[in-house]
């Protein structure tokens, strides 16, 4: 039966498919005496025109409601409420137009100026020009007008953030009594019996309204339910929480712990709320309570909510009888105190709220409101107070004299126990004083800013201790990145650093303005400005946008990984296969990168908005101070320039500057480096090159001189002499034919015959290797034909000798 009803179905539903093209292709027959008429759509200046109108009336009226002085702060807040994504839309329209005024302007640019004789123009250039002045002019109107609602909507919004912090602040600081003022104390005993009455009266209504509704045993079923949902909720809470906890691990990990303390909060916030939602739907389902009371109803529900939810929060960090479990250092005993100080706050807390909410409903004299309050507010400080004095750093001896309690090392505990001390001085000053609103504000503030802090820190380390874990060598995302995407080791720590830092400042954020929320600070007002921080803010005739900044960096960094890659491209693989020289190599892959680096800055700049003729006059307005503070570098920027074009010093030359010498490494923007013989690098400034004098042994070829003085005794043949040191050098395979070798007589010494011989290799980088070889052989020779004979003891100093005979032009002795 069942399949031949889906068959059914099936074939009403093909049916239908097949007739609704036979109907689409049926035309309707027109009415008597119509028309077809096409109704062309409307244009986008038109369409933007109407959303600006519409903008202009809506601020209009913005601007009208906040003439009135008597506003309350719920009558702003609808206000702030009507202006949301209003200031969107108008910059939208912004966003839109301005690059058709661009686009324009450049086409009338090339269009040129009228000429003074109309006539002479062809008028097809003419007529193109007044259709785009008059469209120029229509989208600048546009412009104008979408400028000035967007400066009247954050003047508008302004108006409105001020008037309720004004608003906020005259309610916060208005004076009263004093908390010890006995004259509040006689007003409250005075206004007593009217107040009891009054409760007795709403006591009387809600009992007669509950028995109307329901009947005695009506009440009953109540009192069974409300029992029934509280026995239920810890079993209910114990499953929750067991079910992702393993409360028997004696070791836990650190995220184990995080995790379990944010189980317990969640659990409690999830039972109470199940609870609260119910009772709420029974009592308002039975309207059981007046209307009045309504309030009270909401406020006590909500108190227990937020109440187990903090108290399985605080349960969770201090763990009190699962040490392992446990989140801060302190002992039992100091876990024990610190989660009686949480429970007696916020239980003052919550039943400041609904005795403030029970006052309201009865109508009672401020002066209860005002003294309640101010008790409430006064135990809550102090049990503040005491919380603080068990929080400090460990001392064995503080900790004899004053008890225990928490052990803590973090940087930030101090500056935020003087904080606290400050805020509940000020507390108590204001309470005393007489500004018990302010006071009692302050209290209630301590207990919501103590439990964000407490969330937010638990949210930190839980999001800190996922990602470790997450990046752990042994975890499958770990593996998968290493396998798939070929991500080292060091880029995934830094890219666990990165997101760790980014959802830090997340959650501090959310911390942030959920404790400055009461003061007055919305997160709308906070993310409308951050949004106009962010997409724009004029100065002047430049719109300086950090969406625009951060596009221009980013624009910036491809620009210059392009260029990296084309003189890799270029230095790697295009220019060896040319015949290029080294030095020649160099200064076309350094000239690319200038090039490269140039344009892209331009880009950027334009990306920005900061076009050519403005990044002058910001170049103008700084040439003082290019002139005096950067002159060096710009000498220097310079000078490299001049090296590179004229190339009278390349990379790979030898060259002498001062008592240094050595083969030039890098020519930079600022100063060039060079690499002696001895491995050292020496960092010369380009204007030093440029204006100093300079050493270039390899300007012209890379022919190398070698230089060897070769004394021998005054009664040594000097035919002989000269010809061996021919034939050496001659047997050289490093030594060119031509010049062919040549060998200089000196001198005559008073005990020697000082000869020299000169020759020249290919490559001046091998000439103090060859010359080392040639003395080496020339000491060979002469002690072969008995011109240089050295008796046995001094015959370990052979070699010593020989590095006596090896001094070449441009290089050391060897050793």
Known sequence: MTALFHRLILLIVLAGAAIAP??????????VGSVPMAVAAPSPLAVQRQTLDAAKLQLDQLDRALQNRDLSDAQLADLRRSLTGLPDRIRAVIDDVQPRVDLLKVRLKELGPKPADASSEVADISRERDEREKALQENEEIARLARTLALQSDQILTQIIDKRRELFNSRLLAPSGSILSPELWYTVVQNLPRDADASRTLSVDITQRIIGQLGIAGIGVLFVLCALLLFASLPLYRLFTTFFVNRHDEAPTPLGRDVAAATYALAAL?????????????????????????DVLATVLSSFVIMASARALADGVLAPARPQWRLVKASDATAAKLLRYAYLMLSFWALMRITGAVNTAISSGLALTIATRGIFAVLIILTFASALRSIRPFDEVDEKSFGTYVNVESAWIGPARII?????????????????????????????????????????????HALERLISPTSRVTRFLYATVGLPRSGLDQLFVLAQGIIRLVIIAIGGLAVLAPWGFESDDFIASIK???????????????????????????????????????QRRYLPQTSLDSGIRNSVVTGVGYIGFITTGALSFSYVGLSLEKITIVAGALSVGIGFGLQSIVNNFVSGLILLWERGIR???????????????????????????????????????????????????????????????????????????????ASNQDVLEDPAPRVNFKSIGESSLNFELVCFVPEVETAVRVSSDLTFAIFRKLRENDIIKLPPPFARMEIVNAEAFSHPAGGAPQT
């Open 420 to 464: 606290g001390w400050c805020v509940v001085a000020i507390a108590l000053a204001a309470l005393i004083s007489g500004y018990i609103a302010f006071g009692s504000f302050l209290a209630v503030q301590i207990t919501w800013a103590v439990t964000v802090i407490a969330t937010t820190t638990l949210l930190v380390n839980l999001t800190d």
């Open 651 to 729: 990379v790979g030359d030898l060259i002498i500057v001062g008592d240094e010498q050595g083969y030039v490494k890098r020519i930079n923007v600022r100063a060039t480096e060079i690499e002696t013989f001895d491995r050292a690098t020496v960092i010369v400034p380009n204007s030093n090159l440029v204006s100093g004098v300079v050493k270039n042994r390899v300007h012209t070829d890379r022919v190398g001189r070698i230089i060897i003085p070769v004394p021998v005794p005054r009664e040594s043949d000097c035919d002989r002499v000269a010809g061996i040191l021919r034939e050496t050098a």
């Open 532 to 570: 106009h921080l962010f997409f724009g803010f004029t100065i002047g005739d430049v719109t300086i946008s950090f969406a625009g900044i951060f596009g221009a960096i980013i624009l910036f960094l491809i620009g210059i990984f392009l260029t990296r890659a084309f003189q890799g491209w270029l």
């Open 22 to 31: 036979l109907r689409a292709q049926t035309p309707t027959p027109p009415a």
């Open 270 to 294: 999830a039972v109470s709320g199940t609870f609260a939602i119910l009772i709420n739907a029974y009592v308002t389902h039975f309207k059981l309570l007046p209307p009045r009371l309504e």
